[in-house]
């Protein structure tokens, strides 16, 4: 069965730290995996990741995908208030990449 | 530049009453449309999606529906609420593409009583 799977399912941290998401998945015929950010209503795109090794990178997010090991990690440095949010994670997949199926998100909260 | 609309933001529906929630999308052709759940400000569970008029595809059996009467309208529907179907339901867009981000409308909180 295909999935995604999203780790942990939650995190506390203090402003200034350091965190590191995770997504993994096994689906048929991967296409791509993207990254997005929750803060109350609609999602909101961060990252397409495609190639293996390419790091993509916005201010103090970045994101990394390795498709040997099935992979992707969503790294956030020195984090503020504002990066509380829930962060998901989506790969289309099947044969046209119609079909899209969401990771069970990370809840952030960071404390000031 | 493409839009989104969703209506209505929030809903408050009796046990064994009809739903129906409305998504368009403007400013773009063909797009693929999509409806999405989510609990609790979690995951978003997959629940219809459709890449052209009248073309539907169900993820998960249920008593909602889903209709596309036009190329850029995306309905979902049920004809009798059970206290489950509550949730934040998200209408989403993307252009048809292998990869191009969703663009997600804002979202209907629902509460069946």
């Known amino acids: 069965e295909d999935k995604v799977v999203q780790s942990p399912l939650s995190l506390v941290v203090h402003e200034g730290d350091t965190v590191t998401l995770n997504c993994s998945y096994e689906?048929?015929?991967?296409?791509?995996l993207l990254w997005y950010k929750q803060e109350k209503k609609a999602p909101t795109f961060l990252f397409m990741l495609t190639s293996s090794g390419i790091e993509k990178k916005s201010g103090r997010l970045s994101s990394i995908l390795d498709k040997k090991e099935l992979f992707s990690i969503l790294n956030i440095t020195a984090t503020q208030t504002g990066d509380s949010a829930v962060y998901l994670c989506d790969v289309p997949y099947m044969e046209y990449g119609n079909k899209l199926v969401f990771g069970a998100g990370t809840i952030l909260r960071v404390k000031s | 530049s493409q839009t989104i609309h969703q209506w209505p933001a929030t809903l408050v529906q009796p046990v064994g009453s009809p739903l129906s929630l409305e998504c368009t999308v403007e400013g773009t052709s063909n797009p693929n449309l999509y409806w999405y759940r989510q609990a609790a400000g979690r995951g978003l569970q997959l629940l219809f999606y459709s890449v052209g008029i009248g073309q539907i595809s169900s993820e998960v059996p249920q008593n909602l529906s889903a209709s596309r009467p036009q190329d850029r309208q995306f309905i979902l529907s049920s004809k009798k609420l059970l206290l489950s179907d509550s949730g934040f339901y998200l209408c989403?867009?993307?252009?048809?593409?292998?990869?191009?981000?969703?663009?997600f409308g804002n979202g209907t909180r629902l509460t069946v009583t």
């Open positions: 989403a867009w993307r252009i048809d593409s292998t990869n191009s981000p969703l663009h």
């Open positions: 689906v048929t015929n991967f296409r791509s």
